[in-house]
């Protein structure tokens, strides 16, 4: 059966109440990714869980240049469930672009593999994901993981930690679980203080929920 039209007061409502449970400044970037399925699911987790932006590094040309014409691509937003309609996604051509355009803006990066790489290592549960201001959280395309250079411009590799046989998770399973503590972690803060270093506590805490029951109907 088709899902009835939502109307426009239904997502204008949707849109001002989850706006302040964003996490402002937080970007996840996506290298090189082989499937069109795997960016829509990134996507999705990044909508689903209020990460600011998406970055794809895309030098094969998959995505369009320019936002409006993106969001209107069948695939990618089917593969997001709509997810993309509602999230800021910007391509790049190579990683150095990528990373030459976050460091200009102050970004920090962390990467994210389930494999030791460059100088610092740590598994999820161990970060402090809100010591920066603004974060950048990379990961790696599907068959060889993260690149060297992306290693080599990060602060740290974060892994999520293993217990079976197979070395890895896949693209949209590992960017949900690590975009969830990411946003944990910046929502309580974002919570608790409005600048920078822990400043600007507040005297009432910010929700870091929206509880069952006041959500509206979009998906
Ligand atoms: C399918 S995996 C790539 C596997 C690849 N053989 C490798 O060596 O990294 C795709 C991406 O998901 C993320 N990923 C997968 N498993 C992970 C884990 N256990 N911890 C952290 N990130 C993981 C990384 O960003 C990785 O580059």
Redesign the pocket.
Known sequence: MEEPKKSKRSVRQRADQIKPFRCKNLIAVI?DPNSVFNTGSVIRNVNALGVEKVYVVDPRRALADNWEELRERAKLSKASVSAVKWTFVKRFDSTEECLAHLEKNGFVSV?????VKGKENAF?HEVDFTKHAKLAV?????????SELAVDRSEMC?????FGMI?????G???G??LYEVTKQRREYQSKYSKRKKRGERSTPLPVVIQHGEDSDVD
């Not at 070395?167 to 693209?171: A, I, K, P």
């Open positions: 290298e990467v994210t593999s389930p494999h999820l990379w990961f790696g395309t599907e068959s060889k993981g993260i974060v892994s999520v930690p293993m070395e890895s998770l896949n693209l399973t590992s960017s679980i690590v």
